[in-house]
């Protein structure tokens, strides 16, 4: 009977470690399934937020070369507009560029980080400065002093855009090829 006892008892502890056992495997495998999906769930959303910031500034660096492509294609401004449609024309040209550009923008100030927003803040207000200037410089009377002061502010915010276009690209290149989604490109300073 001893013998019998001791066979249930050994059956009984062995089938306990079993279930015992199970559990705390299944436990283990839970919290490194769970592990894996928050994980892969973070690596996943980082990877769509570079690919939207990537995006989102390769519009605004695109917005700015048609920007100043778009105003170069425009009739000289060393020549008089023939008529009012053309000076009309020219105005309404200018304002749809530096709307592509403030759009653009905006894109990309959702997307940060405030390294690259403080860039694309101060790259906007060059690209309306420019416009504002060279709609100037279209509006003057050629010949006259205000047109030539006139071409040389447009002459000097066509510079200062095209700076921090510059700069714009070169925090861009640092935060998407740089450290990437974990580097603090803020201390990268933001031109006057």
């Known amino acids: 009977m001893d013998e019998g006892k001791a066979a249930l008892y050994a059956a009984i ?3 306990a470690a079993v279930i015992i056992g199970a559990a705390v495997g299944g436990w283990a495998s839970w919290r ?13 959303h980082m990877h769509w937020v570079r690919q939207e910031r990537r995006r989102a500034y390769g519009r605004v660096i695109q917005a700015v070369q048609e920007l100043s492509h778009g105003e170069r294609a425009l009739p000289n401004p060393d020549v ?3 008529d009012y449609t053309q000076s009309q024309d020219i105005g ?33 207000k060059s690209c309306c400065g420019f416009v504002a200037s060279s709609l100037k410089l279209h509006q003057q009377e050629v010949g006259t002093e205000e047109h030539s002061q006139a071409r040389v502010e447009r002459d000097g915010a066509l510079n200062k855009m095209m700076g921090r276009h510059g700069a714009f690209i070169a925090v861009c290149n640092f935060e998407l090829i740089g450290e990437g989604l974990n580097s603090d490109s803020s201390y990268i300073p933001a031109p006057d």
């Open 92 to 124: 309404n040209t200018l304002l749809e560029l530096q709307k592509a550009v403030i759009v653009a923008c905006e894109e990309a100030y959702i997307f940060g980080p405030e390294g690259v927003t403080k860039h694309v803040e101060a790259l906007r």
């Open 13 to 15: 502890s062995g089938f």
């Open 32 to 44: 490194a399934a769970r592990h894996q999906v928050v994980g892969g769930a973070k690596n996943e």
């Open 80 to 82: 008089p507009p023939n």
